[in-house]
């Protein structure tokens, strides 16, 4: 039996900050739609095999616009009312494929950090086979803590501002996230429900300057700039 990793984009979210009556990942950027960046970066690396986008109803002539100009297969899952019940959706979609061994890992991306290069998601997708997870991130050197009387205490070795694509072996993220479903657990991202259910070692891929999250206009602007260099 052939395995492959299965990439998850995720679009099912409202994006509303960022001013636009539009869900922003279906705004237009440099030529296309926000989330076609998304998959065409998935699209580029092999061990890729399945790819799955994750979107809101209302959303379906969007994305089928942008699937219609994506020139491999893409499966559509609707998504939750929260960005876990959309993972959970589209891993309980894959899950006869996880259960088989067909798909051995699953990078769960947000379609708004649409400057994911193909290299980073074939380093996050390594590191996810040797280790069991993987998340890329920068290391925020200027985060500090808090005490508690609301004072600024010292900096926080070691801290990191996690990015997307995060990926996880495919059999352990199923079960963590039916087993936060059943205890009606909701986590930040992919990685702080699999603290929370998997002993899995999670490692640290450097991620980029230019992985940026579009969340307000100018945000837009600046990855159209970049994406022109």
């Known amino acids: 039996m052939e395995t492959t990793a299965a990439g998850v984009v ?7 900050r960022v001013g636009a009556a539009l869900n922003k990942v279906y705004l237009p950027m ?3 739609r926000v989330v076609a960046w998304s998959l065409a970066a998935f699209a580029a690396v092999p061990e890729v095999g399945v790819l799955v986008l994750v979107i809101r109803e209302q959303d379906a002539e969007l994305a089928d616009e942008v699937l219609a100009a994506h020139p491999g297969k893409v499966e559509v899952v ?10 959970l959706n589209a891993l309980r979609h894959l899950a006869p494929r996880i259960e088989s061994g067909a798909v051995d890992a699953v990078l769960i991306h947000d379609a708004a950090r649409p400057l994911a290069t193909p290299a980073l998601i074939g380093d996050v997708l390594a590191q996810t086979r040797q280790y069991g997870g993987a998340v890329p991130g920068l290391a925020a050197d200027d985060v500090v803590s808090m005490a508690a ?3 600024v205490a010292a900096p926080l070795p070691g801290a990191i501002r996690v990015q997307t694509p995060q990926g996880f072996r495919a059999e352990p993220l199923l079960a963590a996230y ?3 479903e059943t205890e009606g657990f909701l986590g930040t991202d992919t990685a702080s429900c ?3 259910f998997s002993a899995l070692p999670v490692q640290w891929v450097p991620g980029g300057a230019e992985n940026l999250k579009i969340t307000y206009p ?3 602007a600046v990855a159209e700039r970049l994406l022109s260099r």
């Open 218 to 220: 100018h945000d837009l």
């Open 178 to 180: 039916e087993q936060a």
């Open 78 to 87: 609707t998504g939750g009312a929260t960005r876990q019940g959309s993972e």
């Open 194 to 196: 699999m603290e929370r």
């Open 10 to 16: 995720l679009a099912s979210g409202a994006g509303t």
């Open 30 to 32: 440099a030529g296309r």
């Open 149 to 151: 009387d609301g004072s």
